[in-house]
């Protein structure tokens, strides 16, 4: 009888499987990076937009007329989001007022389009609108004294 000689399996070489590890752990961070910073961003400027109807929609209600109403929640919508560094490449604020009478509401609805641009290097969108609104009644004893 011949004896047959087994020959061992092949080693497989293990080197450089750390530095392959090393650079998608590396990669993975970056995205997660990524997404900690659109998450931020996003969290910020809508929470910026929100206030910004909140303040317009306080500044109409001050007002004595439609038209004043208007102008003065334009002027405090933009006025909070400079405040804010907050960049709109399109900023729309939509108000709806009566007749201003003690205890009406004023109504107010932004729409702002933040550019992402600067995080192109992680994949995010370029662009993104949020939306807020906010009301506000007409003070109640306002000329009343």
């Known amino acids: 009888m011949t004896t047959r000689r087994c020959r061992p399996a092949p080693r497989h070489d ?11 752990g590396a990669v993975v961070l970056f995205v997660l990076l990524g997404l900690v910073v659109f998450a931020g961003r996003t969290s910020a400027l809508d929470t910026d937009v929100q206030t910004a109807a909140a303040a317009a929609a306080r500044a109409a209600s001050r007002q004595g007329s439609p ?7 334009q002027e405090a ?12 490449t399109n900023l729309d604020v939509a ?44 003070d109640t004893y306002r000329g009343v004294g």
């Open 67 to 73: 038209s004043g109403a208007t102008a003065a929640a």
């Open 95 to 138: 108000v709806t007022v009566g007749a201003m009478d003690p205890g009406s509401t004023v109504s107010v609805s932004i729409s702002c389009t933040a550019d992402f641009s600067d995080l192109a290097p992680l994949a995010m969108p370029g662009v993104r609108s949020f939306h807020a609104s906010a009301s506000e009644v007409v």
């Open 77 to 88: 919508a933009a006025g909070n989001l400079g405040d804010a560094s907050v960049a709109c």
């Open 14 to 24: 293990d080197r450089g499987v750390a530095h392959v590890e090393v650079a998608l």
